[in-house]
């Protein structure tokens, strides 16, 4: 298992910040191609150039997240996988609209992600679609069923209403990232991808609890 990384974005952005990275990667037998390493140089002057408070963002490679990334708020850290400039651009669009945001849209955020990784976790959904059906076709409980279709819309609001904030959230990220990196094609090709990634999860519980009414 690769060991991380851990630096700032302003060392980063540096010639010998890059040449440290590179060391770190050879380590593990991987390595940055030179069209990547001159894409990132490039990527990360631009955006120390937009906002140069970006350069105390923390980054750390070798780290986890969801499509390889993940932008913590609280500790203003940048973590990839791997330090493609694709993914690094997607997450700094995050430490940009996140990051330097008012307290009330963090608060947004963090609350909708909460709440959608328990309305996404099909672990939660399903047995929700199904229960509700089971327990008012019983005996004795289908006086009630009238109330069934309103808890499966009402769990089916909360669905979408937990992941609008996110799937917003991500496509102003992808958007951001489009307009830094140079092959605009390959930018937009991997934006589709992530949000589609996003709506396909947002969609699942949506589509259970909406299918669990037909068995009403």
Do not use: C
């Not at 990527?43 to 923390?58: G, M, R």
């Not at 958007?175 to 969609?203: C, F, N, Q, S, W």
Request: aromatic residues 6%.
């Amino acid at each position: 298992m690769r060991n991380e990384f851990l630096t700032s974005l302003g060392a980063l952005a540096r010639p010998s910040g890059l040449a440290r990275l590179q060391e770190h990667l050879a380590q593990s037998d991987s390595t940055l191609s030179t069209d990547e390493v001159a894409q990132l140089y490039s990527l990360l002057q631009s955006e120390v150039a937009v906002d140069p408070t970006l350069e105390k963002t923390k980054i750390r490679v070798g780290g986890t997240g969801f499509g390889g990334g993940t932008y913590f708020p609280k500790a203003d850290l940048v973590s990839v996988t791997e330090p493609t400039p694709k993914a690094l651009a997607h997450e700094l669009g995050h430490a940009k609209s996140v990051g330097r945001s008012g307290e009330l849209y963090r608060t947004m955020q963090n609350t909708a992600r909460e709440l959608s990784n328990v309305t996404n976790n099909m672990s939660v959904a399903l047995p929700l679609a199904a229960v509700i059906p089971l327990l008012l076709s019983a005996q004795g409980a289908t006086k009630y069923k009238s109330w069934g279709p309103i808890a499966l819309n009402a769990l089916t609001g909360i669905a979408i209403a937990a992941n609008i904030p996110t799937l917003l959230e991500e496509t102003s990220a992808s958007l951001d990232a489009v307009r830094h990196l140079p092959d605009k094609l390959e930018a937009t090709k991997e934006m589709v991808k992530t949000l589609g990634a996003y709506g396909a999860a947002a969609a699942l519980p949506v589509a259970a609890f909406q299918i669990a009414k037909r068995f009403l």
